[in-house]
């Protein structure tokens, strides 16, 4: 079955600082791999997606990722925070099954908060 | 704005009753996927429909109860609640069965009381 794993709980950052966040996977294949974010009351709000090709993927909002196999890694990436980016952020897998009628099943990690300090 | 519309936004009920979560899809999805958001558990996938059939079911109790109705809109039924039922409720949605990006909707708090 796949995993995710995000290490880092909470992050502080300052406004303008960059951004890492961590993310890990486990699964068999070659995975789809998610981000998204959820401010606070709201629903998930895709970032990004990588399906195949080219490793480093941009999003919305100046966030990239990058996708490395060999570390089994998709880390979240932005140049310059600024304080409406204060939110959760969780990475996912996408993983699908193909025995009976099919299905496709997305699997989170826990989540890392990040904090902007202004 | 996702385009997936979820009612009520927020349900309060007691122990032992019985409430219906609904989901409208964005136009064109086929698929419709809940899940639920606890503190201790994290957001954990409860069920796929896809165009009026089940496809996959994760951690869903035997409590709880899905359907997606042919205008492609699904109904979450969870009954005999429970104080650790409390949590958000998410439905979700994509153009086919596999592959795609999910799309999800603002949510509604269950609060059990």
């Known amino acids: 079955a796949q995993s995710v794993t995000q290490p880092d709980i909470h992050i502080t950052v300052s406004e303008g600082a960059s951004l890492e966040l961590r993310c890990n996977y486990s699964?068999?294949?070659?995975?789809?791999l998610f981000w998204y974010v959820q401010s606070p009351g709201q629903g998930l709000q895709l970032l990004l997606k990588y399906f195949s090709g080219d490793t480093l993927v941009q999003g919305i909002k100046g966030f990239e990722a990058e996708f490395k196999r060999s570390q089994s890694s998709f880390n979240l990436r932005k140049p310059s925070v600024h304080w409406s980016d204060a939110a959760e952020y969780f990475c996912?897998?996408?993983?699908?099954?193909?025995?009976?009628?099919?299905?496709?099943?997305?699997?989170f990690g826990k989540g890392t908060k990040l904090s902007v300090i202004p | 704005d996702s385009g997936v519309t979820q009612t009520p936004k927020h349900l309060i009920t007691a122990t032992g009753q019985r409430v219906t979560l609904r989901c409208s899809p964005r136009s064109g999805d086929l698929s419709v996927y809940w899940y639920q958001q606890s503190l201790d558990q994290g957001l954990q996938f409860l069920i796929q429909y896809y165009n009026g059939e089940e496809r996959a079911k994760g951690n869903i109790l035997e409590r709880f109860s899905a359907q997606q109705f042919p205008d492609l809109h699904s109904e979450l039924n969870l009954s005999s609640l429970e104080l650790g039922d409390s949590a958000l409720y998410f439905c979700?949605?994509?153009?086919?069965?596999?592959?795609?990006?999910?799309?999800f909707g603002p949510g509604t708090r269950l609060t059990v009381t």
């Open positions: 979700a949605s994509s153009v086919g069965t596999a592959n795609y990006e999910q799309y």
């Open positions: 699964y068999g294949a070659t995975p789809y």
């Open positions: 996912a897998v996408g993983a699908v099954e193909y025995s009976g009628a099919g299905s496709y099943q997305l699997t």
